[in-house]
């Protein structure tokens, strides 16, 4: 019995380390957040930062401004880094209306 127990929690450990780690990670932290509450928190970070939650939730963009210079594609200002993270992030959310504020951001091409 004493093996068996220690099979399920050898098993078990890693995920709920995982799982742990993300409750701690600020990325995932946005993810739980919506509406106000989102776009209040967004509004206080910082350019490069709404630059790197991008990166993360979709690591085949151009968001970076290496690549985008690269690229030839005009560098995300605040503003647009900022919709875009909201929209990635509200887009899951069937209550969603599509405003971002008074700013109707739905289908919007960042």
Not at 45 to 68: A, P, T, V
Request: include cysteine; charge should be neutral.
């Amino acid at each position: 019995m004493e093996s068996f127990i220690k099979q399920i929690i050898g098993y078990q450990l890693p995920k709920i380390l995982a799982m742990e780690s993300q409750r701690k990670d600020w990325r995932y932290q946005l993810l739980d957040l919506k509406d106000k509450t989102l776009f209040d928190r967004l509004s206080l970070m910082k350019r490069q930062e709404l630059l790197e939650w991008l990166q993360w939730n979709d690591s085949d963009g151009i968001y970076g401004d290496y690549d985008c210079i690269r690229k030839g594609i005009p560098l995300f200002t605040k503003a647009q880094a900022l919709a875009a993270v909201y929209h990635h992030i509200m887009r899951d959310h069937e209550s969603w209306d599509g405003y971002m504020g008074k700013e109707y951001i739905r289908g919007s091409i960042f």
